[in-house]
């Protein structure tokens, strides 16, 4: 039991509570959940009712109380009195009421995996979205009942079932009914096991996946994953996935997760395999954050942000086992996931903002930034995700360059699950990198400092030379010269979509949104663009013609040198024996095999 759910000694004369929620829905293609919540046997004069303003595991503030309406409270058919204190805060008058029965509809038509979704097809509800929690009750069970609006309609969850009670279930507390989401509908179902225990896709809508490949390709990663840890540390596992026009994203779960990716892109080696890290992804974090989890996430508040420096390894370690899972359980080879680092690098070196934002910082302003981008974003941020990724990338590295191989950041991370995760303690930020020390039997103060506390560049190369590898941009002299401005074509219209800090471009007044027109009095396209641009050398002044806010403007732009625009991880010319060992012992593979 996790101190989230442990009840507050003051709270003891409300130990014989019944919480018992109800969701309809009636008439799914109004996107309306029909809530009704019955509270029996509540002692106090007055209920105070609050509804989530984040979920746990995307760290952002939702306000999720904005779609409630025609909210009610009664006793045996009697109105109560009730108000609003706040956004998401109404407060009943509840003195001798019993039962109280508390109804609301809401609204819900965001296809996400932190929100809720209802249409004609089928409905999905998060814990966090949905239901109101009273303030100082979490730790009580709470019961829900599920009332599909056709008998076709199946209800998929991990919350265990209630006897003799059609869809009804039963949650230990307030945290377990929000890490639970609800899939209602007519789905694909698909049972298998590994290491002897259930586990199910539950898939809506259509797509071109091949089942038996996905299931097959599933277990591989569970095994794997189980492996690292010592076991599974559940009964059974549900995937739900959702199949959509565009969509990507997954929500981790103690015993489930939702995803949600675009329904064609299964057939495609490189879009499947992003579809499988996304599955690695939201499978280790049943782990990595779910069970080891910073102490700032030990006990949940519902109620506003929860602050972090640390996200940067429950995130960011986390990606970077989402690419190293699948090459591990034998989906792709070791020439594949270097290229895959690779893509990472690329993204990271070409992301100004890395020089700007810490990696600590990052992580402790996710409510503000990450979730909240804008034109500017990439100049004065960098994702936790990606940077997280990076660093653990050094320190795997690290690690293994000090133990020949013998450890590595598996090391820490079943450490960590020993120490923290089996009994959900919360770890300190100090906490962590004692582990990672310990494991890596160095002092890494100066490390810690300068990669999450400053924005001094990353060393690949001094990381990736033990294993006779080092970091290749690409030619700048195939390249254009460098405008630093992003345009794409968008309904016909060519549109300028991120302008780098201080580059030509800025300094010539173009911002996002504006519209290209023609270089040096000729038309340009997105597309024309970098070939036009071949004609010209840095330094020289083109005049570019755009419309911003609709004011047609020309302006002259200075280019300046080529930048690169992607890096590739390369074998060293001629490495030595203890390089060709090195490399072997993490991936397997020669330098000579390296495409």
């Known amino acids: 039991m996790t101190k989230a759910t442990q009840q507050p000694p003051e709270l003891q004369s409300q130990t014989n509570v019944g919480l018992h929620y109800q969701v309809a829905m009636s008439n799914p293609e109004s996107h309306l959940f029909e809530v009704t919540l019955t509270i029996s046997g509540w002692r106090s004069p007055q209920l105070d009712l609050k509804m989530p303003v984040w979920t746990p595991g995307s760290y952002l503030v939702r306000e999720y109380a904005r779609h409630v309406q025609e909210f009610a409270a009664t006793s045996q058919g009697q109105p109560l009195t009730w108000r609003k204190l706040g956004k998401n805060h109404w407060q009943i008058d509840a003195a001798s009421a019993e039962p109280i029965t508390v109804t609301y509809r809401l609204f819900a038509n965001e296809l996400t995996v932190r929100t809720n979704h209802l249409d004609g097809t089928h409905g999905y509800f998060n814990g966090a979205a949905i239901f109101f929690y009273i303030p100082g009750q979490q730790h009580l069970p709470h019961r829900l009942t599920v009332v599909p609006p056709r008998d076709s309609w199946h209800v998929a969850t991990t919350l265990p079932a209630v006897a003799d009670m059609p869809h009804t279930f039963q949650a230990a507390d307030f945290d377990t009914l929000v890490d639970t989401p609800v ?3 007519e789905h694909a179902r698909f049972n298998f096991e590994v290491e002897g225990k259930p586990h199910q896709f539950v898939i809506w809508g259509q797509g071109n996946y091949d089942a038996q490949q996905l299931i097959k390709d599933t277990q591989k990663v569970i095994e794997v994953e189980s492996n690292l ?89 986390t990606s970077f086992y989402d690419l190293a899972i699948p090459f591990r359980a034998g989906l792709y080879d070791a020439s594949a996931y270097l290229k895959e680092l690779s893509k990472e690098i690329t993204r990271f070196m070409t992301t100004p903002g890395r020089t700007v934002q810490p990696l600590s910082e990052s992580s402790f302003d996710a409510w503000i930034k990450l979730y909240r981008r804008d034109a500017n974003s990439d100049n004065n941020q960098i994702s936790y995700y990606l940077k997280g990724e990076m660093v653990t990338l050094l320190l795997d590295l690290l690690i293994r360059n000090q133990h020949q191989n013998q450890r590595s950041m598996d090391d820490v991370m079943r450490r960590m699950w020993q120490r923290f995760g089996k009994d959900e303690i919360g770890f300190l930020p100090e906490e962590l990198e004692e582990v990672i020390e310990a494991i890596a039997g160095t002092d890494l103060a100066d490390f810690f400092h300068r990669y999450l506390h400053t924005t001094q560049d990353l060393p690949f190369d001094e990381y990736l030379a033990p294993f006779g590898l080092m970091l290749k941009p690409d030619n700048t002299a195939n390249l254009p010269p460098f405008t630093g401005m992003t345009v794409k074509t968008e309904n016909g219209r060519d549109m300028v979509k991120f302008v780098h800090y201080n580059s030509p471009a800025q300094r010539a007044g173009v911002d996002a949104g504006d519209e290209l027109l023609a270089l040096n009095g000729l038309r340009i396209t997105a597309d024309q663009l970098s ?65």
């Open 531 to 595: 070939d036009r641009l071949k004609d010209f050398q840095p330094g020289d002044a083109v005049h570019i013609t755009f419309f911003h806010q609709d004011e047609l403007r020309t302006a002259s732009l200075t280019l300046a040198a080529p930048q690169p625009t992607s890096y590739q991880i390369a074998p060293v010319a001629n490495p030595t024996a203890e390089q060709k060992a090195a490399l072997n012992g993490w991936l397997g593979i020669t330098h000579e095999a390296i495409a």
């Open 183 to 185: 899939e209602v509908g």
């Open 229 to 317: 840890f010592g076991g599974l540390p559940y009964d059974r596992y549900l995937f739900l996935l959702h199949l959509s026009n565009q969509g990507f994203g997954g929500l981790e779960h103690k015993d489930s997760c939702t995803l949600n990716y675009s329904r064609f892109a299964f057939r495609a080696s490189d879009r499947y395999n992003r579809f499988i890290q996304l599955v690695a992804h939201e499978f280790f974090h049943l782990w990595n954050v779910k069970r080891i989890r910073p102490k700032a996430l030990e006990v949940f508040d519902y109620d506003q942000e929860n602050y972090t420096p640390s996200l940067w390894f429950s995130e960011g370690t």
